[in-house]
């Protein structure tokens, strides 16, 4: 049987490391490297027990289809953000649920652009509804939600619970956690 969803496989790359660890003005040595390899053989064995699970909730979610058969993701020790979409990213953190958490944002990130005409009626419509707020946060309304209920099926209250407290000390997307968690019905309903 063919594998429907997308293997993540996590890679490290010597000089965007040391580029991101620059732009932070962090030190960077060659020992960091070695962190990174050994922190990557950890995420990965976590990661592979739910990347199926993950994609399929996505897929079902977004309603959009991956498009690739693997997607790698940089694992570095320094950036101004815990992920980035593209080329996918993620910093270093000793929580590693917190870890697999980013990493559902940014691929659900990846899918929603897989339809970038679809994403821009739901983004008229999450403008219409919520006229005052940024680019940023109105992006950020509907990628929190799927990333919610991504958590909501796969893991247990305390996980969800734990993620979410975290999550929302995070700058930039603290008002979309929040418009999230507080009108998530409404959201349903336009998402449908």
């Known amino acids: 049987m063919k594998n429907l969803y997308p ?3 996590f890679v490290y790359s010597f000089p965007y490391d040391r580029l991101l660890s620059e732009y932070e003005n962090k030190a960077f040595g060659e020992e960091q490297a070695d962190e990174i390899e050994k922190y990557i053989k950890k995420i ?3 990661w592979n027990k739910i ?5 399929q909730a996505l897929e079902e979610i977004i309603k959009n289809k991956w498009q690739n058969k693997e997607i790698k993701c940089y694992v570095v020790k320094y950036c101004k953000y815990t992920g980035i979409s593209s080329p996918l990213t993620i910093k270093l953190d000793v929580d590693l649920d917190f870890v697999l958490a980013t990493l559902i944002h940014e691929l659900a990130h990846i899918l929603v652009c897989h339809n970038i005409k679809k994403y821009k009626k739901i983004e008229r419509e999450l403008k219409l509804k919520f006229p005052k707020e940024k ?5 950020h309304i509907y990628i929190n939600f799927i990333e919610l209920q991504v ?3 796969l893991f ?3 996980f969800v619970n734990k993620i979410l407290k975290k999550e929302q000390t995070l700058k930039g997307i603290k008002k979309a956690w929040e418009i999230v968690l507080n009108k998530e019905d409404l959201l349903k309903k336009i998402f449908k």
């Open 7 to 9: 293997k993540i496989k």
């Open 44 to 46: 990965q064995s976590q």
């Open 51 to 55: 990347n199926d699970s993950v994609c």
């Open 135 to 139: 680019q940023r946060i109105i992006l």
């Open 151 to 153: 958590l909501k099926k």
């Open 156 to 158: 247990n209250k305390n």
